[in-house]
């Protein structure tokens, strides 16, 4: 058994993990962020009866990204100890930085806001989601920073062996760093849309009583994802041109890849220096996502005299479309993470040299125990969001006056 | 400048620690109590604090991986096991209080229940074995790789790690004193003054074994402050002690969260002027100021977190503010 092997195994596992969660919260805490606001401008009842339905979606979602977070935040030490050692002083500050200035204040203002519902005033209980929203939005992007360092190290020089610190704007002008955040992001608004208007049209199929609540989801979720995917697909394109300059080895047939891979084989010794065939199998998949999804705006026009609720069918391919980004997602992240073997740092640290001199039975435990423990933890939180998303706006515990007691949970359909 | 960033770990621990620690003491005494009402009622006691309390750690760890890139590795791959341990307890104990009450039911709300007991027993353990480890030395050899896992497994980190499960008992319950409304608190009060001689006297046994060990003798390289700081740990259960019998839960708190704290100082102090004492080559140990990331880095790092400082510690405040108090019938109640 081989613990390098285990090792990417595993951070492939709990980041892919970590991944499908945290893409839901940066797209609905941005949907929540106008719920919300919306509610405090115009004082309509919808919208805080959206914000407590869909706030109390991504408060359950939220928790399974604290948790597999903070076992990516442990494995880098664990696992990949090498990585920390020979690059640590450049690849480290992006990731201290993310955790002070992102994730501190991220989870302090998220407490203060579940609790905070009927005893703070409401511009400040407001106040307090616009911090969780800057605040993750700041840690995807020092987390991209981090990881297209990875992709392309810059700003860096080496001495005695190890990577020092030069020039940190290098870090931030990175071209395989730019390009990427805003696919990320706007990939993950595009997920968001999609739960959200997936979600209203189960409840509309199934003619739940609160039509006007689901109807006006529907109508936000559509509108959010079919703008999100046009961006989706130009930020997609547009690293291409990134890849082709810093990353010729990634996708195979670039011209440029002989030379380099025969300096590579001149400092670090003979080896195989092309990612294996894995990491372009995804990409072609993931474009054809992101065409089909682009169809999203032929439903728009159908916004007109609630046509797409009237015609049904756009409900039903709605929520059977729901799965498609996600698994775009995965792909995307497979073709660039895979695609950058077989080194942890571009040309710089091969991953042999970046991974924790453990044993190999070690590795297999935490695998095993992981994989299982983040695994279960996953699959229990989809079945509590699918049921509290089936419950629907009636009464969710989320923003409950304190001394109301549940309601009934179950309301009868106004028309079977 | 190291000494510095070393302080400012220690400081982020050590708080995690204090506040980790009454939610792991909270999580430990549902085992205790298996009326419903009363577990919901004490969970929601931590309630606004809890996701603000957890950060301290995520935060500790970016700055030992910003701040000290070296010593990361090695720390977290050499103590692999005790890690482990608590980062399954963390995350048991995240994922358990958060959704306990998302079921309805009582059966799987009891579930949840039992794992955030067995998540705030291992992640207590755990970061117990962690630091006692850290007092132990490690078997670090000439290549800077910490050979094999098998050095933790000695009495004297079995009897820390129990030891600090017993303190963050303790500390649970004189939280518990404090935040509960009058009439419930009585009884915590009264299961705190039982938990303090339990406290001392896992603290006593881990001291005796300890000074027993010659691996610790060894690795101590200012064993005057170790003493003094060990009767600092001691003096504070004692004040607890007499805090609780005379009804100021304030005070007793005040002092189990030195109780929770000194153990990282006392560690930090000991060891310095290295960060991993090496068992098996003495030239071979870390030293703090080795460990640490380039000055450029450090710089960086500087720049951005001195002004930062005030902003998390006065966000951290502002919970604390609104929510001081004890919890009443109009407490939002969410988990
Ligand atoms: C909803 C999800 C989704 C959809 C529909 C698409 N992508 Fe994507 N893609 C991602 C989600 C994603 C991602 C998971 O967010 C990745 C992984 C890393 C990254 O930067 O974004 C990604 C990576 C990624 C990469 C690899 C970057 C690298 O290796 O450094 C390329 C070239 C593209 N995408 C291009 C596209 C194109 C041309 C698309 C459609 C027309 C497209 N993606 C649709
Ligand atoms: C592009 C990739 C990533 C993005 C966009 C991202 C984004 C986020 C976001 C928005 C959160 C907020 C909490 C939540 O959603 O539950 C979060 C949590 C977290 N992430 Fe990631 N993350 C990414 C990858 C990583 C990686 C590689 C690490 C490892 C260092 C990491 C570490 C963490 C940690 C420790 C938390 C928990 C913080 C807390 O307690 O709130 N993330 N991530
Ligand atoms: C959040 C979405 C992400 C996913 C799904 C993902 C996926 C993967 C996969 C599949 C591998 C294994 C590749 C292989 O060895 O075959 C891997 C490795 C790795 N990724 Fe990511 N990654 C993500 C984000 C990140 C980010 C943001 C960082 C940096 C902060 C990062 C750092 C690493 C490291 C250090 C390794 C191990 C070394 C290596 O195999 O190259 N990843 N990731």
Redesign the pocket.
């Known amino acids: 058994m081989d613990t390098?092997?285990l090792?990417?195994?595993q951070?492939?596992t709990t980041?892919?993990i970590?991944?499908l969660f945290?893409a839901v919260t940066l797209g609905l805490v941005t949907l929540l962020v106008y719920l919300q606001t919306a509610w405090v401008i115009t004082n309509k009842p919808v919208y805080e009866r959206l914000t407590r339905f869909w706030g109390q979606l991504y408060v359950i979602n939220y928790v399974l990204g604290i948790a597999t977070g903070i076992v990516?935040e442990f494995?880098?030490g664990l696992?990949?100890s090498g990585?920390s050692r020979y690059v640590g002083n450049v690849?480290g500050a992006?990731?201290a930085i993310e955790t002070l200035v992102a994730f501190f204040l991220e989870s302090t203002f998220l407490g203060m806001w579940i609790f905070g519902w009927h005893r703070l005033r409401r511009g400040v209980h407001l106040a307090l989601l616009w911090g969780v929203a800057i605040t993750a939005y700041a840690s995807a992007f020092w987390?991209?920073v981090?990881?297209s360092?990875?992709q392309n190290p810059v700003g860096y020089e080496v001495r005695d062996g190890v990577a020092h610190l030069t020039d940190f704007s290098a870090l931030l002008d990175n071209p395989t760093f730019r390009m990427a955040l805003g696919h990320v992001v706007t990939a993950a608004l595009l997920v968001g849309g999609m739960l959200m208007a997936a979600v209203s049209a189960w409840h509309l199929v199934r003619r739940t009583p609160d039509f006007a609540l689901h109807r006006k989801g529907l109508r936000i979720g559509l509108v959010t994802s079919a703008v999100a995917i046009s961006f989706v697909q130009g930020f997609g394109f547009a690293q291409f041109f990134a890849i082709g300059d810093v990353q010729p080895t990634k996708f195979g047939d670039d011209p440029a890849a002989a030379p380099l891979i025969a300096d590579w084989t001149a400092r670090f010794g003979p080896g195989d220096y092309t990612?294996?065939a894995?990491?372009n199998v995804g990409l072609g998949f993931m474009i054809l996502i992101g065409f089909t999804l682009g169809l999203l705006w032929l439903m728009l026009p159908l916004l007109w005299r609630d046509w797409v609720i009237r015609l049904r069918v756009p409900l039903w391919i709605l929520q059977f479309a729901l799965p498609l980004p996600f698994v775009a997602?995965?792909l995307?992240?497979?073709a660039?993470?895979?695609g950058?073997?077989?080194?942890?740092a571009y040309g710089l640290l091969p991953?042999e040299q970046?991974?924790s001199p453990v044993s190999p039975w070690l590795m297999l435990t935490s695998l095993i125990g992981f994989s299982l423990l983040l695994g279960t933890l996953a699959v229990t939180n989809w079945v509590l969001l699918a049921r509290h998303a089936a419950r629907g706006a009636h009464d969710p515990a989320l923003g409950r006056q304190p001394d109301q007691p549940p309601a009934d949970p179950h309301p009868e359909p106004a028309f079977a | 400048m190291e000494l510095a960033w070393y302080a400012l770990l220690g400081l982020f621990f050590a708080v995690y620690l204090v506040l980790g620690g009454y939610d792991y003491g909270v999580g430990l005494l549902l085992a205790r109590d298996t009326d419903p009402a009363r577990r919901r009622a004490a969970l929601n006691a931590v309630g606004p604090f809890f996701l603000g309390n957890e950060v301290w750690l995520v935060a500790a760890v970016g700055i030992l991986f910003g701040a000290f890139p070296v010593l990361e590795g090695e720390l977290l791959s050499g103590f692999y096991p005790a890690v482990l341990c608590a980062l399954t307890g963390v995350v048991l104990v995240t994922a358990g209080v958060q959704l306990r009450s998302r079921p309805a039911g009582q059966r799987a709300r009891t579930r949840w229940d039992r794992i955030v007991v067995v998540g705030s027993a291992l992640a207590a353990l755990g970061w117990g074995a962690v630091l006692a480890g850290l007092l132990q030395g490690v078997p670090l050899r000439a290549d800077g790789h910490v050979a094999g896992v098998t050095h933790l497994f000695t009495p004297f980190v079995a009897a820390a790690a129990l030891a600090v499960a017993a303190l963050v008992a303790l500390h649970g319950a004189t939280f518990l004193t404090l935040r509960l409304p009058a009439a419930d608190a009585a009884p915590v009060g009264r299961l705190a003054a039982r938990l303090v001689p339990v406290a001392l006297t896992t603290v006593g046994a881990a001291t005796a074994l300890g000074l027993l060990s010659a691996d610790v003798r060894a690795a101590a390289q200012q064993p005057l402050v170790a003493v003094l700081l060990l009767s600092l740990l001691v003096t504070a259960l004692l004040t607890a002690r007499a805090a609780v019998a005379r009804r100021r839960p304030g005070l007793a708190f005040a002092a189990t969260c030195a109780a929770l704290a000194l153990p990282v100082a006392l560690v930090g102090a000991t060891i310095w002027p290295y960060a991993l004492v090496s068992t098996v080559d003495p030239g071979a140990s870390l030293t703090v100021a080795d460990a640490a990331a380039s000055t450029p880095t450090l710089r960086l790092l500087g720049w951005l977190t001195l002004p930062l400082l005030p902003a998390l510690l006065g966000f951290q405040a502002m919970c604390w503010w609104v929510f001081r108090g004890r919890t009443d019938g109009r407490a939002p109640v969410y988990w």
């Open positions: 390098l092997l090792a990417r195994l951070f492939a980041t892919s970590h991944f945290v990516m494995q880098f696992n990949w990585l690849f992006p990731l987390i991209m981090a990881n360092w990875l990612p294996p894995l990491a997602l995965i995307g992240w497979i660039r993470e895979v950058r073997q077989p080194w942890a991953v970046a991974v």
